[in-house]
């Protein structure tokens, strides 16, 4: 309960004697780049494949000669959409993103340079961590919906390569009974991840004490807690907006 009170204080923190909004303005866009397009790589990568052995899997477990193979891509697509694309990913980005804030906080603290800012009268939790949620809540949404569709190809690709599906059935399985309230319950939790990872990722080092040994283990900790935050809140998001 401590560390919870200690971490609702940190965030209210980040609103009370902010600077002036145009400052926010480059900070943010810096911040953009750096959780966002500098994470395009690894999204990519991972959302092939995750689509490509999720159609190969679900073709390899429906068997039966009386279900149609356009419910393999159907399954693959409530897959991806609810759960692969916003929460999987989301467990990439606390260890790209997450262990990258946290280190970065870290070395600032154990090397005064926080402590700089204070001295000149500057909110530095509101200074340094404000932009970084801020970019995390505009871009971790927009890589949700990218991870979502690469991983829709992946499987498109990886299916009509291997024969399981034709590319027929598979676009077909796509567009069947599809549900538009499970695309905006993706965009939910991808808010609600993006702001758990880069708002746990900052306390974790903001308040690293020692030296360089604690920065890394204040990433480890960002990284474990950030993982940790996105199962929690999987759970009770399923809970409050399906259950």
Same mark, same amino acid.
Request: net charge neutral.
């Given at each position: 309960?401590?560390? !919870? ?5 940190? @965030? ?6 902010r600077?002036?909004?145009?400052t926010?303005?480059?900070?943010? @866009? ?15 990568i &991972? ?6 052995v999720?159609? @190969? ?5 429906? &068997? ?6 356009? &419910? $393999? ?8 959409? !609810? ?21 970065? !906080?870290?070395?600032?603290? $154990?090397?005064?340079?926080?402590d ?5 009268? @500057? ?10 949620? $801020? ?36 676009t ?56 940790i ?11 409050? !907006?399906?259950?």
């Amino acid at each position: 309960m401590r560390s !919870l009170g200690k971490f609702l204080i940190f @965030i209210a923190r980040l609103v009370i004697r902010r600077e002036k909004f145009v400052t926010y303005i480059q900070l943010t @866009i810096d911040e953009c780049i750096k959780v966002g397009y500098n994470s395009l790589f690894i999204v990519t990568i &991972v959302s092939v494949f995750m689509g490509a052995v999720t159609t @190969i899997q679900t073709a390899y477990n429906l &068997v039966s000669p009386f279900i149609p193979d356009y &419910v $393999i891509s159907l399954v693959a697509r409530d897959m991806v959409v !609810l759960e692969l694309a916003p929460t999987v990913m989301a467990i990439v980005y606390a260890g790209k993103v997450g262990s990258n804030i946290a280190g970065e !906080l870290g070395t600032m603290r $154990i090397t005064e340079q926080i402590d700089a800012l204070e001295v000149m009268g @500057i909110n530095s939790t509101s200074y340094l961590v404000l932009p970084k949620i $801020i970019a995390s809540l505009i871009m971790y949404p927009m890589l949700v919906v990218l991870s979502a569709f690469l991983a829709l190809y992946g499987g498109f690709v990886a299916g009509t390569i291997t024969g399981v599906i034709s590319a027929a059935d598979y676009t077909f399985g796509i567009r069947a009974d599809f549900i538009e309230f499970n695309v905006f319950f993706a965009l939910i939790k991808a808010f609600v991840y993006g702001f758990l990872v880069a708002a746990i990722s900052a306390y974790k080092g903001f308040y690293t004490v020692g030296g360089a040994l604690e920065v890394g283990r204040s990433s480890t900790a960002a990284v474990t807690s950030s993982c940790i935050a996105i199962l929690l809140a999987d759970y009770f998001l399923a809970q409050l !907006l399906l259950g």
